[in-house]
Structures are given as structure tokens and as C-alpha cells.
Nanobody, 115 residues
Framework: QVQLVESGGGLVQPGGSLRLSCAAS????????MGWYRQSPGKERELVALIVSGTTTNYANSVKGRFTISRDNAKNTLYLQMSSLKPEDTAVYYC?????????WGQGTQVTVSS
């Protein structure tokens, strides 16, 4: 079993930065890919960024050049560095992990971008 716990969300002004963390525990060696998703009120959950095998990354067009996904295997932690934040980035951010063909989700962390 893999458990994921996100942290680092909060209130930030437009143009600001935040770093989200996702701590993984359990059968870490079984994780083949990890990602960040977000969901705003009234909208479907959408992909923000993916990292596969710890190196290959993919980003939503809306965050390219502003967000960076990374994984620290020594700390069993996934990160999302967010900069140049916009009000439309406001959402609950979730991390997930692909484990043996199953998808495991964290509980989410709220990010609010507002002046």
C-alpha cells in the first residue's frame, strides 16, 4: 500500500510562488509515475504535471514555464514548484501515484491566488 500526504498550500498574491510537497509512504518502490492534478469548484479534475520514472516530465499548457515538478527519491517526496501564480491557478491540488496499475490519491491541499 502507498499513502500520499500533500502539504504547502495556502494563500498567495498574483505573481507569487508556492512549493507543494507530497510525502509518500508504504511500498515506494512500486511507484512508476507520479503527478499533480487540480480541481476548481464546478470544474473537473485536471492534470497539472506528471513525472515518469523520476525523469520524464509533462505539463499542462496552462502551467508550462511557470510550474516545475520534481521527485526526491531519497526523501520519498514529490514537489511542485509554482511561480508567477495567477488567480486561475486557484484550486485544490492533489498528488497521485501509479502503483502496479492502480492510482492512489492524496487528500489534496488548497491553493488560493488572490490579492
Amino acid at each position: 500500500q502507498v499513502q500520499l500526504v500533500e502539504s504547502g498550500g495556502g494563500l498567495v498574491q498574483p505573481g507569487g510562488s508556492l512549493r507543494l510537497s507530497c510525502a509518500a509512504s508504504g511500498s515506494i518502490s512500486s511507484i512508476s509515475a507520479m503527478g499533480w492534478y487540480r480541481q476548481s469548484p464546478g470544474k473537473e479534475r485536471e492534470l497539472v504535471a506528471l513525472i515518469v520514472s523520476g525523469t520524464t516530465t509533462n505539463y499542462a499548457n496552462s502551467v508550462k514555464g511557470r510550474f516545475t515538478i520534481s521527485r526526491d527519491n531519497a526523501k520519498n517526496t514529490l514537489y511542485l514548484q509554482m511561480s508567477s501564480l495567477k488567480p486561475e491557478d486557484t484550486a485544490v491540488y492533489y498528488c497521485n501515484a501509479v502503483v502496479g496499475g492502480r492510482i492512489v490519491w492524496g487528500q489534496g491541499t488548497q491553493v488560493t491566488v488572490s490579492s
